[in-house]
Nanobody
Framework: QVQLVESGGGLVQAGGFLRLSCAAS????????MGWYRQAPGKQRELVAT???????NYADSVKGRFTISRDNAKKAVYLQMNSLKDEDKAVYYC??????????????WGQGTQVTVSS
């Protein structure tokens, strides 16, 4: 059973920073694209940032220049460095990854979410 476990959320003042981590447990060969999504109260889940297995990144316009996504393929982990946090960044952040099983099949995985709260 493959699971993605997030950590690093919490309460931070506006202008501060947080680093989210997401690590995979279980038997899996590798991950293709990995990413972070977020969902604020009353809003739909939205993409924050993605990174391919070759390190190509993509960001939502609202976080460009403030957030940085990275990954460690050996550790099967993905990270999100969030700087200059704003009130509008407050949300539950979810890790997502497309996993490649040893059988050669693909599965889409989601973490349980980690809360980020920004105080002004």
């Amino acid at each position: 059973q493959v699971q993605l476990v997030e950590s690093g959320g919490g309460l931070v003042q506006a202008g501060g920073f947080l680093r989210l981590s997401c690590a995979a447990s279980g038997s899996i060969f590798s991950f293709n694209a990995m990413g972070w999504y977020r969902q604020a109260p009353g809003k739909q889940r939205e993409l924050v940032a993605t990174i391919t297995n070759l390190g190509i990144t993509n960001y939502a316009d609202s976080v460009k220049g403030r957030f940085t996504i990275s990954r460690d393929n050996a550790k099967k982990a993905v990270y999100l460095q969030m700087n200059s946090l704003k009130d509008e960044d407050k949300a539950v952040y979810y890790c997502n990854a497309e996993g490649v099983l040893y059988s050669g099949t693909y599965n889409d995985y989601w973490g349980q979410g980690t809360q980020v709260t920004v105080s002004s």
